[in-house]
């Protein structure tokens, strides 16, 4: 992933991760997937990731105990929660982590894409408008 620019993709459930990171790649959008609260901390300092998508329910520790840790780095990633608890991420929009947006499981991949992009530090892949185009 290249620094400062992609999306850390976090959740245990594998196989929806990869669902995930293959629709952001096809919009142009460059993501990784880990399945583990430990794994994305290690990650996230590592390679900086422009926004993280975090699962609440992880298997080694939860999404906002992976949020202080990311966050105690001397980056701010935009954190997007990601749960099927409607508590959780209400307990999320109050907590004292930095957290942009959150999103409810499920949720349609155009839906959770677009959230994604809107967090984006620049537009990702060419100008609607200029496709198609030729110079001349």
Same mark, same amino acid.
Do not use: F, N
């Given at each position: 992933m290249? %620094?400062?620019?992609?999306?850390?993709?976090?959740?245990?459930? &594998?196989?929806?991760?990869?669902?995930? +990171? @293959?629709y952001?790649? &096809?919009?142009?959008?460059?993501?990784?997937? +880990?399945?583990?609260g430990e794994a994305a901390v290690s990650l996230a300092r590592e390679t900086h990731p422009a926004v993280i998508l975090l699962d609440i329910g992880l298997p080694d520790m939860d999404g906002m105990e992976v949020a202080a840790l990311?966050?105690?780095a001397s980056y701010k990633p935009r954190i997007i929660l990601l749960s099927g608890c409607i508590e959780w991420l209400q307990l999320g929009a109050m907590s004292r982590i930095d957290i942009v947006d @959150?999103?409810? %499981?499920?949720? &349609?991949? @155009?839906v959770l894409a677009e959230r994604i992009r809107a967090w984006l530090p620049e537009p990702v892949g060419p100008a609607p408008a200029l496709l198609g185009r030729t110079s001349g």
């Amino acid at each position: 992933m290249t %620094k400062d620019r992609g999306v850390l993709v976090v959740d245990d459930d &594998r196989a929806y991760a990869q669902t995930v +990171v @293959s629709y952001l790649a &096809r919009q142009g959008v460059e993501a990784v997937a +880990v399945g583990s609260g430990e794994a994305a901390v290690s990650l996230a300092r590592e390679t900086h990731p422009a926004v993280i998508l975090l699962d609440i329910g992880l298997p080694d520790m939860d999404g906002m105990e992976v949020a202080a840790l990311v966050q105690e780095a001397s980056y701010k990633p935009r954190i997007i929660l990601l749960s099927g608890c409607i508590e959780w991420l209400q307990l999320g929009a109050m907590s004292r982590i930095d957290i942009v947006d @959150s999103v409810a %499981k499920p949720t &349609r991949l @155009s839906v959770l894409a677009e959230r994604i992009r809107a967090w984006l530090p620049e537009p990702v892949g060419p100008a609607p408008a200029l496709l198609g185009r030729t110079s001349g």
